[in-house]
């Protein structure tokens, strides 16, 4: 056997290392001497790129699942080793065939308990497990293995069994496919191709170069695990595909796909994350669909059912016309973990087709129970920060937002149970609802622009409200949506001409409930709705500005904080009604004048 290196020089072999700026949830200072910037501070700023840096995983291995290689046997070796335009082969065993045509290498096999050793390099070959009815589950070893194929897969498995792909330890792997396929009846849809699942273990590195159709790809499903450190780059189609669904247990995956309408990962079924960290960049424009008759973005991760993240890291940028960072044609639902999303795309339009720019897209049901999501969409109307086709809920963790366009938009109810989140649009409204806003708990610091546009929006024209029963929430706009009667905690709506910089106290006597840092201009008054838990119905409030305030604060939010000044007095409230109360300034144009609904592409 011939041991081959590879180098890790290679233009698609880049270990950068993500801007790990990473904003504190709760971060002490003075918000009079600029502990939250005017800006968003990190959340403008964030830049996603490849990342091989190691991890530090560890992994819990049922014994009674079969997808791990841990809980099967494979004792018997086949090697074979690739030289330049020859390979050979060593280990034979009966039941298993091997047909070498130069370095082309078709393997039939009727056996069990077979690990295919693969090693050396070749410029012009293949590996190809070959169909057949007596079939057998297999592991694939990659051990230090160049494969480049001229006119097809590199790796083309068309036995529908499990596959254990095996990266050798301490080995480098690359696999790269031909600029066209030759004809074939199979199916041969990837560099790395699989009818069956493809179960990646091993803690090598496997680099996988697409010139023609997707980086990996398996009719079944794939799983990755700790220890996996593999990078895809596709110029015609997406990165990683799978018909059954896509489970990340661990692992580095590092994807980045230039085509139209590409995805980094994308799967036909659900999308799992439990741990490891996964990095999706796409630059491909928008894409019109003949046989579907309509368009179509490039997006990092692609679902057509639930996209679920338990743990681990997501990272995803896509900046070409109409892309979105995570795109479900189902639910969305967070549990932990890091996810952070850019896009700059503007909007891909076809006659009278469009597609929108979205950082986060779901056609169903959004839900964050907990973790960190970090959202930055920045390029033209309907690039919209997290969209909901159905409702948005916040139970936990941190969720942060900066868009163009609305910054968290749902099409049905969008409900504040706990959590911190901020939103923050440039040229929409910072919460907009479609139906109902429920405020019952958690810290929201919501921005809007300049009338009419609001920090929090429900659809009051079809009848909805916002309903406060808990929480503690500022939304600031050139406008708002009212609480309605059915509120339990106390409000107050307060317009005014507040500076950028200006530090805003809430105090009840010589007590203050919170304050407040204006974090951008408005052309006139602003309009905000406050609301804490704190606030008690028939209780006399002060609102002062320019005051000097210290305390744990999200986005300028301090509650209870330390004043070393109140500043000038600006609006009084004698008696606190609910569901509100008005003060202050009313010509910065309270009231909501509309919402959107969220767009369809």
Not at 121 to 147: P, R
Not at 467 to 473: A, D, E, N, Q, Y
Not at 521 to 536: D, H, R
Request: with cysteine; charged share 15%.
């Amino acid at each position: 056997m011939i041991a081959a290196s590879c180098s890790t020089s290679d233009d698609y072999y880049r270990d950068l290392t993500i801007n790990e700026n990473t904003w504190s949830n709760t971060t002490n200072g003075s918000s009079s001497a600029g502990s939250t910037p005017e800006t968003a501070g990190d959340l403008t700023t964030f830049e996603i790129a490849v990342d091989s840096t190691a991890l530090s995983e560890t992994e819990n291995i049922p014994s009674d699942n079969e997808d791990y290689l841990e809980n099967n046997t494979f004792n018997t070796n086949v090697y074979i080793n690739y030289d330049g335009t020859t390979a050979s082969c060593s280990g034979l065993v009966e039941g298993v065939n091997v047909n070498i045509d130069g370095a082309d290498v078709i393997v039939t096999s009727t056996v069990k308990g077979v690990n295919y050793v693969l090693s050396g390099s070749t410029n012009d070959g293949m590996f190809k497990m070959a169909s057949g009815d007596d079939n057998k589950k297999f592991q694939l070893t990659l051990n230090g293995v160049s494969i480049k194929n001229n006119d097809g897969p590199a790796i083309n498995i068309q036995v529908g069994k499990r596959c254990y792909v095996t990266l050798a330890n301490g080995t480098f792997n690359s696999l790269t496919d031909g600029t066209s396929y030759a004809t074939s009846s199979e199916d041969q849809k990837a560099t790395l191709f699989s009818e069956g699942e493809l179960l990646f273990n091993g803690s090598g590195k496997l680099r996988i170069y697409s010139n023609t159709k997707n980086g990996i790809c398996s009719d079944d499903y794939i799983m990755f695990r700790p220890g996996n450190d593999i990078y895809v780059k596709s110029t015609s189609s997406n990165c990683i595909k799978s018909n059954d669904g896509i489970f990340v247990k661990g692992g580095i995956i590092n994807c980045e796909t230039t085509a139209q309408a590409s995805k980094g990962i994308t799967t036909d079924s659900v999308f799992v994350m439990d741990g490891g960290r996964v990095t999706a960049i796409t630059t491909g424009q928008g894409e019109y669909d003949s046989d579907e008759n309509d368009v179509s973005g490039a997006a990092g991760i692609k679902a057509d059912y639930a996209i679920t993240i338990n743990g681990g890291e997501l990272f995803c940028k896509s900046t070409g016309k109409g892309g979105k960072g995570i795109s479900t044609d189902q639910e969305f639902n967070m549990k932990d973990g890091n996810v952070k999303v850019i896009t700059t795309g503007t909007t891909y339009s076809y006659s009278s087709y469009s597609a929108k720019a979205k950082g986060i897209k779901a056609d169903g049901n959004i839900t964050i129970d907990g973790g960190s999501v970090m959202v930055r969409a920045t390029g033209d109307s309907g690039s919209e920060g997290i969209e909901s086709k159905k409702a948005i809920t916040i139970n936990g963790g941190s969720v942060e937002v900066y868009s163009y366009d609305d910054a968290i938009n749902s099409a049905y109810d969008l409900t504040l149970n706990g959590g911190y989140t901020y939103a923050f649009a440039i040229n929409n409204d910072g919460l907009d609802a479609n139906k109902n806003v429920y405020v019952k708990g958690g810290t929201t610091v919501a921005y809007g622009c300049g009338q009419p546009e609001c920090g929090i929006d429900a659809n009051e024209e079809q009848r909805y409200e916002v309903i406060v029963t808990g929480g503690t929430l500022i939304g600031i706009g050139g406008g708002t949506s009212y609480p309605s009667s059915s509120s339990t905690q106390p409000s107050i709506v307060f317009g005014g001409n507040i500076s950028s910089g200006s530090t805003l106290a809430l105090n009840n006597g010589d007590s203050n409930i919170l304050s407040f840092k204006m974090g951008r201009s408005f052309n006139g008054s602003s309009c905000f709705l406050i609301t804490s838990p704190n606030l008690k119905k028939g209780s006399s409030y002060t609102i002062y500005n320019g005051a000097s305030a210290t305390g744990t604060d999200w986005y300028g939010l301090v509650t209870s904080a330390t004043l070393s000044s109140t500043g000038t007095s600006t609006a009084t409230i004698s008696s606190l009604s609910t569901p509100y109360s008005t003060c202050g300034n009313s010509t910065g144009g309270m009231g909501n004048m509309g919402g959107g609904m969220p767009g369809w592409h």
